[in-house]
């Protein structure tokens, strides 16, 4: 099956510096990617989503500003977490869709990152 | 507004049978995912259902009715290793994602 990677699995950092997460997809070349967020026992709660070479679309309430997302390739998206918070720590997961197949729309997730700000 | 329910959580003895229910509100409808999630790591996938009926994958069993707007998960013959979260998720018509909040099942020996 398709494996998404995601660097680095656990970060923790000052308060007031960035964190860049990646997010890759290694045998398949992933059109789409999408970043959550989830909350200690609480649902995945989807930031935004990004098509290769465009500019990523945010849900409402995040701030684009702040979350930084970059799809440079059809196999790599970035988050950058600029001038993070405590309220940032989180667990971060992004996922993966290829190009539509026989109309299955799956997404394939990466592992995750655990981000603590301190 | 779109919305997903499911039960937040459920509690099933080891070796029985357990159905997850999920109902959804939707803005258009491209198909019903059903993911497992352990604590601590990311979801992953367990089925997908688009037409009406039942699909069977070993243990698991995921169940259809567009008309209802309703699926079901049936998991059979429980191990203590299927305690996770269960999450709910449709396809709406911009072939977007709708999370439910996920059911988290307890096994008890």
């Known amino acids: 099956g398709a494996v998404v990677s995601q660097h680095p699995s656990r970060v923790i950092c000052k308060s007031g510096t960035s964190v860049k997460i990646e997010c890759r997809s290694l045998?398949?070349?992933?059109?789409?990617m999408f970043w959550y967020r989830q909350f200690p026992k609480k649902s995945l709660m989807l930031m935004a989503t990004s098509n290769e070479g465009s500019k990523a679309t945010y849900e409402q309430g995040v701030e684009k500003d702040k979350f930084l997302i970059n799809h440079a390739s059809l196999t790599l998206s970035t988050l950058t977490v600029t001038s993070a918070h405590p309220e940032d720590s989180s667990f971060y997961i992004c996922?993966?869709?290829?190009?539509?197949?026989?109309?299955?729309?799956?997404?394939?997730f990466g592992p995750g990152t655990r981000l603590t700000v301190t | 507004g779109q919305n997903i329910d499911q039960p937040t959580e459920m509690t099933a003895t080891e070796g029985a049978i357990v159905q997850i229910n999920c109902t959804y509100q939707?803005?258009?409808?491209?198909?019903l995912f059903w993911y497992q999630q352990h604590a601590g790591e990311a979801p992953t996938f367990l089925s997908y259902?688009?037409l009406d009926g039942l699909e069977e994958k070993g243990r698991f069993s995921s169940f259809l009715s567009r008309s209802k707007g309703y699926s079901y998960l049936l998991l059979k013959e429980l191990q203590m290793k299927d305690s996770a979260s269960y999450l709910c998720a449709a396809l709406d018509s911009n072939y977007q994602l709708i999370w439910g909040a996920g059911t988290k099942l307890i096994i008890k020996p």
């Open positions: 259902n688009v």
């Open positions: 939707t803005s258009g409808f491209n198909g």
């Open positions: 996922s993966a869709r290829e190009e539509e197949r026989e109309g299955l729309y799956e997404q394939y």
């Open positions: 045998d398949f070349q992933a059109t789409t």
